[in-house]
């Protein structure tokens, strides 16, 4: 495949950990932790590749309702797995990841404080790293990423720096978690289901799509060469003829 068809941001819902260890006979817990792994092992080969902006969806507002022992137990991998990347400092290095959290990580907000500490020093760490940016959306929903730019917007107009009238798209995008990154190209859901669940709401309107049966956990670069491959023999039309 020739780079101009590669996708420059792809967006993927990681789903199907729950039935993934179901199927085994497993806690659910064990399939976020095998869900862990693929998400390493894509960015991986993502970067590999040169795919320049990632965005995974770990974790949406909606999912706080899940039952209070799962919250739990999802939280305390993400901590564990900050903790032990943050310990791999060398790896890191090498790997060269700009990762950048996306979504409600205000102080208060439902996010263990300890956790969004964790998520700072992560974004701290690798602010200088340059071969890959991957977005993780937690505590993210995309209809209330709207609505913090629309409120933005709304402060600014309020304060006379800008007028109703006279916004463009511009600037919502700026009130966006991604400002300044290009839009997804690509979304990809693995698990069979086949809708957006709140994800990159805003910036999806021209993506591609690719849904496929095979469960997160199971993900495997051969998996997104196939997608890749779909997405390039895509017609993109942008609205045009
Ligand atoms: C989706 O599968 C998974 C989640 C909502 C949980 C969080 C995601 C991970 C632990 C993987 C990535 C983590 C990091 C740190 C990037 P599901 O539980 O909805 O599965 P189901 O639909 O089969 O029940």
Redesign the pocket.
Known sequence: MNNENLPRHIGII???????A?QRGLP?TQ??RA??EA?ERICEYAADIGIPYLT?Y???TE?WARPPEEVAA?MA??RR?LESTKLRQAENEQKRWRIRYIGDLREGGPVPPDILQLLREMEQSSAGMDRTVVN?AVNYGGRQEILGAARRLARLCAQGELGPDALTEQDMEAGLYTAGQPMPDLIIRP?GEQRLSNFLLWQCAYAEFWFSDV??PDFTPAHLDEALAAYAARNRRFGEI
């Open positions: 990681m789903d199907g950990n729950g039935r993934w179901a659910r399939g976020h869900g862990v998400f995974f770990a974790f949406s999912n999802i991998l993400f797995q993780i698990s469960l997160w």
